[in-house]
Structures are given as structure tokens and as C-alpha cells.
């Protein structure tokens, strides 16, 4: 099973480069060098509205290190499968993680976030807490 890293995880990932440290995200990748990491086409549009990703070479860097999954006509199937479920408990999610949790359930994929809230509301997937 590969693994889907929220816009978050690639922030603080970023954060902390910058500073010179990088403590959570070696805690998070150490005992995983077997695991497949993704980043869906909404996590690279987030990370385009970034100051930190201006210019877009900037941008390219911090996408560069995983494959973009994109969209497909099943992924809006399945965005709408869990916005009907969601809206049906009054509990939706925000529009971008839909997508993100519609993009890890049709590859089979777990979500990698520090929004294991939000995230934990989508029935079947699997969120990853770093």
C-alpha cells in the first residue's frame, strides 16, 4: 500500500529543512523505506498557493519527490460517495480533502496528515499520523 502525504506533512517537511531540522518527518520516515509516498493533484495545487512554492521552479522542488496522482472520472465518484455519507451525518470535510481522501481510496492508499480528524470522518480510509 502506498501512502498519500497531505499538503501538511509536505509544509512542515519544508518548515523544517529550512531550519535546519528535521526531526519530525525522519521520525515519521524511519522503518518505512519499503512504502511508496504520493501526493494527489489537489496537494499540488495547494502547495502552488504557497508563498514558499513562488516561483514555480520552487514549486516543481517541493512536488518533485513524489509521483502527482491524478484526477479520474472514479475519483469524482468516489468524492461524491463520501460527501453523500458525510453530508448525510451533517459532518462534512473541507472540498480539497475530499479529493484527497477520494484520490487514496480509489488507489487503495492510507493518508498521511496531522488532520486525523478530519480525515478519520471518511469511512474506509486509513489516516497515518505523523
Known amino acids: 500500500m502506498g501512502l498519500i502525504l497531505d499538503t501538511n506533512f509536505i ?3 519544508e518548515r523544517e529543512a529550512k531550519r535546519g531540522i528535521t526531526t519530525t518527518i525522519d521520525r515519521f520516515f524511519e522503518g518505512r523505506s519499503k512504502e511508496s509516498f504520493y501526493i494527489t493533484f489537489t496537494v499540488a495545487g495547494e502547495l502552488a498557493c504557497g508563498q514558499s512554492a513562488s516561483p514555480k521552479r520552487d514549486w516543481e522542488r517541493l512536488c518533485r519527490p513524489y509521483p502527482i ?10 468524492y461524491g460517495e463520501i460527501y453523500r455519507a458525510l453530508a448525510a451525518i451533517g459532518q462534512l470535510i473541507g472540498a480539497n480533502d475530499l479529493w484527497i481522501a477520494a484520490t487514496a481510496l480509489v488507489h487503495g492508499m ?21
Request: charged residues 15%.
Open 69 to 78: 496522482l491524478p484526477w479520474s472520472g472514479d475519483v469524482s465518484w468516489q
Open 110 to 130: 492510507g493518508v498521511v496528515t496531522n488532520n486525523v480528524e478530519e480525515f478519520g470522518r471518511v469511512p474506509g480510509l486509513t489516516v497515518v499520523d505523523y
Open 11 to 13: 509544509i512542515v517537511a
